[in-house]
């Protein structure tokens, strides 16, 4: 099964949260978009150093992923199906202020 495959499928069961390697980032974020234009999905990316980032948007410089994931949400249609990706979100999984916790707290139902 191929990573847009697999992608696919979890979007389509509700997963809120994925985690994903690979070594080849470029490939596999043209993937994702090749599929979110396909599916007509909002996509979102973030990273520490360009902050969140979207197709014809530009919402600034975010100190860490939790503001990022607080911004899209106020950012899209609570009925369409947004993919947002945390490049290199691993850094924070241990960081002193917990931002994996937060994150994982956001999404708890």
């Known amino acids: 099964m191929t990573l ?3 992608l696919s499928e979890y979007v389509r069961a509700c997963f809120t949260g994925i985690w994903i ?3 080849e980032l470029s490939d ?3 993937e994702i978009a090749q599929l979110c234009h396909q599916e007509q999905w909002n996509l979102f990316t973030w990273d520490l150093d360009q902050g969140l980032r979207g197709i014809g948007i530009d919402a600034g410089q975010g100190a860490d992923p939790l503001s990022a994931i ?3 949400n ?3 249609a609570p009925d369409s199906t947004t993919i947002l990706i945390l490049q290199n979100f691993h850094r924070f999984l241990n960081s002193a202020d917990s931002i994996g916790l937060q994150v ?3 999404y708890r139902p």
Do not use: W
Request: charged share 35%; no cysteine; glycine share 0%.
């Open 104 to 106: 994982r707290d956001f």
């Open 74 to 76: 106020s950012l899209v």
């Open 28 to 30: 596999a974020l043209s």
């Open 21 to 23: 390697e690979s070594h």
């Open 70 to 72: 607080r911004s899209v």
């Open 4 to 6: 847009i495959d697999r």
